[in-house]
DNA sequence: GCGACAG
DNA sequence: ATCTTGTCGC
């Protein structure tokens, strides 16, 4: 078992990186332990799918809160460390974002991360991940369920949640964002409870599914992929 | 053994 | 994750 920061990134292997996930799924705060919050993060990556040689690209866009105004944007690329694999989308995607989130002049008090939190095998998702690795409170905003089940239909307003059932533990939180859209998976990454994070979650959301800092993000990110492959084709066409 | 399976 | 315009419905 790896004992430092690095090696927590870049395990050799799935037995390995089970037992990383599980020691430090032990460091997890998932009640609130944050300051006053003046600006957020959101974090996304873009990459070409199934092409193990094509660059993971990542982007992390800041906002002034509450009012969600545009403040940062850091990006930053590099050959995935791990492959894609559920339940361990964070040693793919961390390492890169861990990056990017570095040449941040004013770190974010609030992340929201793409991807599950404790809504995970072994309570420890992406957002439980970063959250750890950088000492910041941290959500789990997922698109879809990795595990658990709604312990009751979800109504279809905006604002309407039911918590997710795993094992007989509430894990997360369906929520709607959107009339009848599809609903957003919501659990704590780190340094929160559940129950701020849902509250944070609605509060940047104008409108749209994803919360703003979350949709700046992936935009930023798939223009920087875009942009990276555009040069590609350039230099070879 | 069978099905599920974040991005 | 990504490929992609219009189109059906509230």
Same mark, same amino acid.
């Given at each position: 078992?790896?004992?430092?920061?690095?090696?927590?990134?870049?395990?050799?292997?799935?037995?390995?990186?089970?037992?990383?996930?599980?020691?430090?799924?032990?460091?997890?705060?998932?009640?609130?332990?944050?300051?006053?919050?003046?600006?957020?993060?959101?974090?996304?990556?873009?990459?070409?799918?199934?092409?193990?040689?094509?660059?993971?690209?990542?982007?992390?866009?800041?906002?002034?809160?509450?009012?969600?105004?545009?403040?940062?944007?850091?990006?930053?690329?590099?050959?995935?460390?791990?492959?894609?694999?559920?339940?361990?989308?964070?040693?793919?995607?961390?390492?890169?974002?861990?990056?990017?989130?570095?040449?941040?002049?004013?770190?974010?008090?609030?992340?929201?991360?793409?991807?599950?939190?404790?809504?995970?095998?072994?309570?420890?998702?992406? $957002?439980?991940? +970063? /959250?750890?690795?950088?000492?910041?409170?941290?959500?789990? %905003?997922? !698109?879809?369920?990795? &595990? @658990?089940?709604? $312990?009751?239909? +979800? /109504?279809?307003?905006?604002?309407?949640?039911?918590?997710? %059932?795993? !094992?007989?533990?509430? &894990? @997360?939180?369906?929520?709607?964002?959107?009339?009848?859209?599809?609903?957003?998976?919501?659990?704590?990454?780190?340094?929160?409870?559940?129950?701020?994070?849902?509250?944070?979650?609605?509060?940047?959301?104008?409108?749209?599914?994803?919360?703003?800092?979350?949709?700046?993000?992936?935009?930023?990110?798939?223009?920087?992929?875009?942009?990276?492959?555009?040069?590609?084709?350039?230099?070879?066409?």
């Amino acid at each position: 078992m790896p004992t430092t920061p690095t090696n927590w990134l870049y395990p050799p292997d799935l037995t390995v990186a089970t037992e990383v996930q599980r020691e430090l799924a032990s460091r997890v705060i998932a009640e609130d332990d944050f300051g006053p919050i003046n600006t957020v993060g959101g974090t996304d990556i873009s990459c070409r799918p199934r092409d193990p040689k094509a660059q993971v690209h990542a982007a992390i866009v800041t906002c002034d809160w509450p009012s969600l105004t545009r403040r940062e944007v850091a990006t930053a690329s590099d050959l995935p460390r791990f492959p894609y694999v559920s339940g361990y989308l964070g040693f793919r995607e961390s390492p890169v974002l861990v990056d990017a989130f570095a040449k941040l002049a004013r770190k974010p008090d609030l992340l929201f991360v793409d991807g599950q939190g404790l809504s995970h095998p072994r309570g420890f998702g992406i $957002a439980c991940q +970063l /959250g750890v690795l950088l000492d910041v409170p941290a959500i789990g %905003v997922g !698109k879809s369920v990795l &595990v @658990g089940t709604p $312990a009751a239909p +979800l /109504g279809p307003d905006p604002g309407d949640r039911v918590p997710m %059932v795993w !094992k007989g533990r509430t &894990v @997360g939180m369906a929520l709607r964002t959107r009339p009848r859209a599809n609903p957003l998976y919501i659990s704590a990454g780190h340094r929160i409870s559940l129950e701020s994070a849902v509250e944070h979650v609605l509060a940047a959301t104008r409108g749209y599914r994803l919360p703003e800092p979350t949709r700046r993000a992936h935009d930023a990110a798939g223009e920087l992929r875009r942009s990276v492959e555009g040069d590609v084709a350039g230099l070879i066409g």
